[in-house]
Structure formats: structure tokens, C-alpha cells
């Protein structure tokens, strides 16, 4: 009996493969999952697989670049509602509902196996920079310069690592409903942030940006 074609478009096929990849990630980590499981969990034939990805590194920078798009659609649909504090307050709450994906512990620890690779680190790299630069947008002006100055950096690398924090804290227990929006909005009203490290210390692995993406293309 012959198999029967996969006549689905090129991008949905393609979207449908990264879902596959995604998961297996999150269920085998990345040194473990191999292209051959990629293919049987996606349903199509290894030399389809290797025409859309040709190694196991371009799948993963595909889930990386689909979760970029997406939480750049994300941002932008929130710009079209909200400003201010109250836009970045939403995408604080949007982060909190993320984090709760199921595949979410896993594919966080996929990529962090891997984040100090070139083209992952900057992968992950343009994400961190899109979110900073939304916040920044929205962070109050000093009123002391009529609001022409620009928005602390600090104060939005501050908000971030909140976020980044807590997407690892996800990764042990799940974060209550609410409460990373009601720290974000606590730091906003001039309450210092909770959990932030130190200017300059590095990056957790695993932050937000380098475990979601794989989730939300599967949205």
C-alpha cells in the first residue's frame, strides 16, 4: 500500500515539524533526541525532515526563531491595547500563563544544554533584546526631563530578570497565579525587585526566552 503524500503547505508542514521537535526536546533533552525520532514523532520520512532541517542544531534554532516571532506578535498585540505599565503588566501575566506549558521544564533544559553555542546564544540573544526593548518603551519617564529622557536600562533589565526568575522557579514548583504580575507591578509602584541579581551577574540558563519559544510554536 502506497503512503500516503503529505500534500500540506509548506509552512504548515514545516510549523507542524517544529511542534514535533519541540516536544521531543522536552521529553529527551537535546543530546538525547535524535533526527530519526523527530521524524516518527512528526509522522513524516527522514529525508523530508532533513529537506526542512538538515541537522538536529537547525531544528532547535527553528524553535528558537518560531517562540522569537511569536513573542514578537505578542508584544505587538499588546501595543495595540495598552501602554505603560499596564502593557508591560500584561506581558508579565502573558509570561506567567506561558511557563505553565507542559513541555515547557523540559525544552528549558533542552536548550540550556546547549545556550553557550554561537548561534544559539545569539538566537536567544535577539529575543532577550526585543523584550528589553519593549519594556524600555513602556517604562515611565522621568518627569524631571518632561519625559524626553530614556527609560532606565537598569530598571528594565531589573523587570526582566523577574521574569527570567521566575521562569527557572517554574522549573521546580509551579509559580502562583498572580504573583509574578503583582511583583512586576510592586516594582513599578517603587518597591525594589525581588530576586534580582546583581548588575552584571550572568544570565540564569533557562530563562523565559530560552524555554518558551519551543511551547508557544505550538500555539
Do not use: N
Amino acid at each position: 500500500m502506497a503512503a500516503r503524500r503529505d500534500t500540506r503547505p509548506y509552512e504548515e508542514r514545516r510549523s507542524a515539524i517544529l511542534e514535533s521537535a519541540a516536544a521531543e526536546f522536552a521529553a529527551s533533552g537535546f543530546t538525547a533526541a535524535t533526527m530519526a525520532s523527530i521524524h516518527r514523532r512528526a509522522g513524516i520520512s527522514s529525508g523530508t525532515l532533513f529537506h526542512y532541517f538538515p541537522t538536529k542544531i537547525d531544528l532547535l534554532l527553528g524553535v528558537l526563531d518560531a517562540g522569537r516571532r511569536d513573542t514578537e506578535r505578542t508584544l505587538q498585540a499588546i501595543e495595540a491595547e495598552a501602554a505603560g505599565a499596564a502593557a508591560i503588566l500584561r506581558y508579565a501575566s502573558h509570561v506567567e500563563t506561558e511557563i505553565t506549558d507542559a513541555i515547557y521544564p523540559g525544552l528549558v533544559r533542552a536548550v540550556a544544554d546547549v545556550e553557550r553555542l554561537p548561534q544559539v546564544a545569539e538566537a536567544l540573544a535577539v529575543e532577550t533584546a526585543l523584550i528589553d526593548a519593549f519594556i524600555r518603551r513602556h517604562l515611565p519617564q522621568d518627569p524631571e526631563h518632561s519625559g524626553t529622557a530614556a527609560p532606565d536600562a537598569s530598571a528594565a533589565r531589573a523587570i526582566r530578570w523577574m521574569l527570567d526568575g521566575a521562569s527557572t522557579d517554574a522549573l521546580v514548583e509551579p509559580v502562583p497565579a498572580g504573583s509574578l504580575e503583582r511583583s512586576v507591578a510592586r516594582f513599578l509602584d517603587g518597591g525594589p525587585p525581588r530576586g534580582a541579581p546583581a548588575e552584571g551577574a550572568p544570565r540564569r540558563a533557562g530563562h523565559p526566552q530560552a524555554g518558551a519559544p519551543a511551547a508557544r510554536s505550538r500555539r
